[in-house]
């Protein structure tokens, strides 16, 4: 299961970040930052989901 975390937070970082945490305040971070760039992002699902 954490492979396939990992792979869907590379493709899609909300889907990543709301299996991880569900639909809480990091998600919705997460939305708008994918939607104004991809990068910031995924940066953010990465630190989310594998830093804190």
């Given at each position: 299961m954490p492979?396939?975390?990992l792979i869907?937070?590379?493709l899609i970082p909300p889907l990543g970040v709301a299996l991880k945490h569900?639909?809480?305040a990091d998600?919705?971070?997460n939305l708008?930052?994918?939607l104004i760039f991809y990068v910031p992002g995924l940066i953010h699902?990465?630190?989310v989901?594998?830093?804190r």
């Open positions: 492979l396939i975390i869907l937070t590379i569900g639909l809480s998600f919705w971070i708008i930052l994918t699902a990465l630190y989901n594998y830093v």
